[in-house]
């Protein structure tokens, strides 16, 4: 195996620049794709990108690509790669899969026939007569194919890097800690600044502008599958959680500010703080937006608010009078800035105002727009 290692982050829709981002702020030169960033980099990337990593969903190695029209040339291909370098005699490897516009449009059967090719490449190389024990470290093998290019991958995540761990309660429809933490990226706040997020739900936004404002790595609650490796030396592992550890900064003081009109809601937020390590460094509340007042000249504002698909049909006009009691509120304080995530259709008519910047996003299936105004001090 050589030092270097052909990595993907996977990204949801219209976040791949930010993964890029993220990815080069590592140190590491990037290829963007629709869904995903490529680029290579030695062993130690892995659990540096797992950790840090605010907005991919998952990180994989690239084992090989080809194309593929047939079975037989699936099945030798996929042999032909050198599973052995990653996948340890006792290693569990379920295989996972997709087909998008290929001749090979059976999932199901891709899938048992890469198992295949790589149980006989096991086998062959581990001297193993009989059956693959399959009682070690796990090793998810996916089999992508997009118009007849075969690229097979092993996940080096596990969970998905949505998973924080600190999430010990939420909302019907909580938003994911990796869309959170890019409404905040995709914003000019820095630490210094107020933040407030006015319909906070669970506390997702407030609780990764924390982890972003004292730079917490996401990760750094959590384990990861590639932990398990046989090939990811322990020492890699204890430098990257080592530099995790030395870069923080927990001393930076923050002024970030969660409301709900739910206190249920508010309790939970409250709760996943204190899971995320973050003690009271984010004041929880209980109000109504149009009871929002603010005391500080200047400040962000980012929120998910509720919205159709999210809070039932029929609730349109409960919606346009949040909508636009939070538009008259933020009139007040023209010289903040306001970003909101919504699906709601006719958001800026009610809002009051037209958006300086839109930006088209997905909150799960969902395609929302992120409504950009800019303060006056921006």
Known sequence: MGSKLTLIATA???????VAQEVRDLGY???????????????????????WLRTADRLKIKVGEFKATTFDELFEATKALPWENFISEDGQFPVIGKSVKSTLYSVPDCQAIVKKAIVE?????????????ETGAVYRVEIAIHKDIATLTLDTSGHGLHKRG??????????????????VLLTNWKPDYPFIDPFCGSGTIPIEAALIGQNIAPGFNRSFASEEWYFMKKKLWDDAFQEVEDLAKYDQSLDII????NHKMVDIANENSQEAGLGDLIKWKQMQVKDLVISDANGYIV?????????????????????????KIMQQYLSWSVYVLTAFPTFESVYGKKATKKRKLFNGFIQTDYYQYFGQHE
């Open 303 to 327: 929120t998910n608010p509720p919205y159709g698909q999210r809070i039932g049909k029929g609730r349109e006009r409960e919606i346009q009078t949040l909508y636009s009691d939070f538009g």
């Open 12 to 18: 949801a829709m219209g976040l791949e620049a930010i």
């Open 166 to 183: 600190y999430r010990v309660g939420q909302g019907e429809a909580p938003l994911k800690e990796t869309l959170a933490a890019a409404l």
């Open 121 to 133: 490449r096991l086998r062959l190389k581990y001297g193993i007569a009989s059956r693959m024990p």
């Open 29 to 51: 030169e990037v290829k963007v794709d629709n869904g995903k960033v490529t680029f290579d980099a030695p062993f130690s990337a892995i659990p540096r990108c797992n950790l």
């Open 258 to 261: 969660g409301t709900d009109i």
